[in-house]
């Protein structure tokens, strides 16, 4: 059984960081790659930032320069470090497998960038 657990979400003021951390279970990131993804209110779902199964990242225009993705194969965990974050970064954040591979999706970390 494939399950994601997020975590490190939060109220922060405009300008401020946050990093977020996922343990994922029943599905190594080495394998299927990994991503990061947001949901805000009335919109869609969208890829924030992924690392392919061979190591590549890739980030989402409106966050390049401000958040970095890692992650630990061994552990199978991912972060996400998000500096000068704005208010319209505010959102439910979600990890799970790389773009291709989406699987069921775990509850999330809410994310609230106030102004």
């Known amino acids: 059984q494939v399950q994601f657990v997020e975590s490190g979400g939060g109220l922060v003021q405009a300008g401020g960081s946050l990093r977020l951390s996922c343990a994922a279970s029943g599905s190594p990131f080495s394998i299927y790659g990994s991503g990061w993804y947001r949901q805000a209110p009335g919109q869609q779902r969208e890829m924030v930032a992924a690392?392919?199964?061979?190591?590549?990242?890739t980030y989402a225009d409106s966050v390049k320069g401000r958040f970095t993705m890692s992650r630990d194969n061994a552990k199978n965990t991912v972060d996400l470090q998000m500096n000068s974050l704005k208010p319209e970064d505010t959102a439910v954040y979600y990890c799970?497998?790389?773009?291709?591979?989406?699987?069921?999706w775990g509850q999330g970390t809410q994310v609230t960038v106030s102004s």
């Open positions: 799970n497998r790389g773009p291709a591979h989406i699987v069921s």
């Open positions: 690392i392919s199964s061979v190591g590549i990242t």
